[in-house]
């Protein structure tokens, strides 16, 4: 069983910045596609960015150029560098990771993102 760990969440104000971290117990960690996910209030939950065990990262549009995702593979992390924040950011942000081999899929308990205007 893995277990993800999610921190950093909290309240900002409009363009402000915060980083939230997910941490990823067990082995392996370098074969897993991480992602990040967010579920505003009354809305499904949706990807907001994905990073591969090589690197490569994508985006939803509407964070493509305020948001970076990152991974340190030593430190079993994975991070989301959230800048310029709208109150639209807000919701419950969920770290998500999957194996890329066996399809073997968790989730983060989630992480409370508040931005106020």
């Known amino acids: 069983q893995v277990e993800l760990v999610e921190s950093g969440g909290g309240l900002v104000q409009a363009g402000g910045s915060l980083r939230l971290s997910c941490v990823q117990d067990g082995s392996a960690f370098t074969f897993y596609v991480v992602g990040w996910y967010r579920q505003a209030p009354g809305k499904q939950r949706e990807l907001v960015a994905r990073?591969?065990?090589?690197?490569?990262?994508n985006y939803e549009d509407a964070v493509k150029d305020r948001f970076t995702i990152s991974r340190d593979n030593a430190r079993r992390t994975v991070y989301l560098q959230m800048n310029s924040l709208k109150p639209d950011d807000t919701g419950v942000y969920y770290c998500?990771?999957?194996?890329?081999?066996?399809?073997?899929?968790?989730w983060g308990q989630g992480i409370q993102v508040t931005v106020s205007s």
């Open positions: 998500n990771s999957v194996h890329e081999w066996y399809g073997s899929d968790y």
């Open positions: 990073i591969t065990s090589s690197g490569g990262a």
